[in-house]
């Protein structure tokens, strides 16, 4: 298979290559900087705002794998720019180059676009795909866990300190990034009869995890018994102005993030589950989590 592909430079786009490399694909990937050869990748200079570099990378493709996007933003603005705008060069490039099939890995976040400017961004970056008139699939991960993680990478340094402070009492799904990348795969090489249908993949655990479960599984990972305070709603938004005060644009924790993180309930659905026959989840949590913690630790990062 020939794949365009976005975002193939981030933390989800490097495990698609891996994954993709090893079923001999070909791959076109936008970059926004130079990057190291690699075998079967041709890197695209240019980004979600080039519409001719867009064109390019889809030019000979059997479909293009859309990942790319901005999880972190000053405002408003820059998410529609970098989620919504940035969907819609894709699109747009995609029928320029004769491309009809076009997966997009939105978020979560898009089930509930009210809570914040990211989940608004998304679920009209969703919107814009499911009106393109393409074959499109759609796939909402959890939260994305793994080696090059740098999202979750300050609940594992909390551990380490034996406090992880986690949001208002809630659930949510978790997958590892190397099942991710397997499950797109799979996708881009199953037939038409799964097109038009948005998937939410997770690590298999029924329900999902509470925030005191995953806290403490991440806390074992590490090697560490750890305390979970759970950090009102007030008192969150206060530490995401001070990191955003502190960090600036590297913050974590930001405004628009604490908004959605005091949602109680980021569990896949059920209703929305990847057929069993195409994909199943491979790593178990206990596993991931541990394998990650010592990506941390042999990357300095721990």
């Not at 090489?189 to 479960?213: A, C, M, N, T, Y």
Request: hydrophobic share 45%; net charge neutral.
């Amino acid at each position: 298979m020939n794949l365009g592909l976005t975002g193939g430079t981030g933390f989800v786009g490097q495990a698609v290559l891996d994954q993709a490399n090893a079923r001999g694909f070909s791959i076109r990937a936008l970059t926004r900087r130079d990057q190291s050869s690699r075998a079967a990748v041709e890197w695209i200079a240019g980004d979600l705002s080039s519409s001719d570099a867009l064109t390019d990378m889809a030019q000979g493709c059997d479909a293009i794998l859309h990942i790319a996007g901005v999880v972190n933003a000053p405002d408003a603005a820059g998410f529609l720019e970098g989620n919504v705008t940035g969907t819609q060069n894709v699109v747009q490039a995609a029928r320029k180059a004769g491309v009809s099939r076009l997966f997009l890995v939105s978020s979560l976040a898009a089930r509930e676009p009210g809570l914040s400017d990211y989940g608004r961004s998304k679920q009209l970056a969703e919107e814009i795909v499911r009106q393109s008139g393409l074959d499109w699939t759609i796939i909402r991960p959890p939260a994305v866990y793994g080696p090059r993680d740098t999202e979750m990478l300050d609940l594992f340094r909390a551990a380490h300190w034996r406090i992880v402070p986690m949001p208002p009492r809630g659930r949510t799904s978790i997958i590892h990034v190397e099942d991710l990348a397997r499950l797109l795969i799979d996708l881009l090489q199953s037939g038409p009869e799964l097109g038009e249908r948005i998937f939410e993949p997770d690590d298999g655990k029924p329900g999902g995890w509470s925030h005191v479960e995953l806290a403490r599984a991440i806390g074992r990972a590490v090697g560490k018994p750890v305390w979970v305070p759970h950090i009102p709603a007030a008192l969150l938004a206060g530490a995401a102005r001070l990191d955003r005060l502190i960090r600036g644009s590297k913050a974590k924790l930001t405004p628009d993030r604490a908004r959605y993180m005091v949602h109680p309930d980021w569990v896949v659905d059920k209703k929305k589950r990847v057929p069993e026959e195409l994909w199943l989840p491979n790593i178990v949590a206990v596993e991931g989590l541990s394998q990650t913690a010592q990506w941390y630790r042999d990357a300095g990062w721990l």
